[in-house]
């Protein structure tokens, strides 16, 4: 059974950084996109960004409200990924949740998903 | 960016009732729209992926339907583990976007 683990949140002072690291067991990351999400009660869910595989040249993509800031890369020798944060401010808190995403080829179109989810990890971004 | 809208942001139901979420798209998403169920401290879960399909394992009183700019979650008769918070997400795209949510409380 895949489960994916998050560790490194914590309390941080505007300003600084964080990373944060996604150990996934139950199947390879090799293979897999992995994607970072974020979650607030004031915004909901929000997609931080994904690094694909070293097959699709371990390309990353971001949201814009983070780009330039967030750095996301992946160690598959270790089955990991993990979340840079920099410059961080107090709209930064949020648990972040780490997560691949999964696919469903049908006709002449690739359908993704995210799934399956870390539990979740707590970063409070405050002075 | 493609905004997502999903009404109710809240609802009451008793268990048995059926129940109908909706999640409109500022652009067409085609059949790229998926759904998710997720409780109190927990980790969002998918229930629906390509607008109609349904994830192994999950119900088969969740149904999804729609294509285009508009689509449904249905649950055909609401049981109690079913209160919880659920979220469209579009797949159209990147980045990907998620509805606001919307959150089934017990009548």
């Known amino acids: 059974e895949a489960q994916l683990v998050e560790s490194g949140g914590g309390l941080v002072k505007p300003g600084g950084s964080l990373r944060l690291a996604c150990e996934v067991s139950g199947f390879s990351i090799s293979i897999a996109w992995m994607s970072w999400v974020r979650q607030t009660p004031g915004k909901g869910l929000e997609w931080i960004g994904r690094v694909k595989t070293k097959a699709d040249g371990e390309t990353t993509e971001y949201a814009s409200p983070v780009q330039g800031r967030f750095t996301i890369s992946r160690d598959d020798s270790k089955n990991t990924f993990f979340l840079q944060i920099n410059r961080l401010t107090t709209d930064d808190t949020a648990v972040y949740f780490c997560?691949?995403?999964?696919?469903?080829?049908?006709?002449?179109?690739?359908?993704?998903?995210?799934?399956?989810w870390g539990q979740g990890t707590l970063v409070t971004v405050s002075s | 960016d493609i905004k997502m809208t999903q009404s109710p942001p809240s609802l009451s139901a008793s268990v048995g009732d059926r129940v109908t979420i909706t999640c409109r798209a500022s652009q067409s998403l085609a059949r790229f729209l998926n759904w998710y169920q997720q409780k109190p401290g927990k980790a969002p879960e998918l229930l629906i992926y390509a607008a109609s399909r349904l994830q192994s394992g999950v119900p088969s009183r969740f149904s999804g339907s729609g294509s285009g700019t508009d689509f449904t979650l249905s649950i055909s008769s609401l049981q109690p583990e079913d209160f919880a918070t659920y979220y469209c997400?579009?797949?159209?795209?990147?980045?990907?976007?998620f509805g606001q949510g919307t959150k089934v409380e017990i009548k």
């Open positions: 997400q579009q797949s159209y795209s990147s980045p990907w976007t």
């Open positions: 997560v691949t995403e999964r696919s469903w080829y049908d006709v002449d179109s690739w359908y993704l998903w995210l799934g399956p």
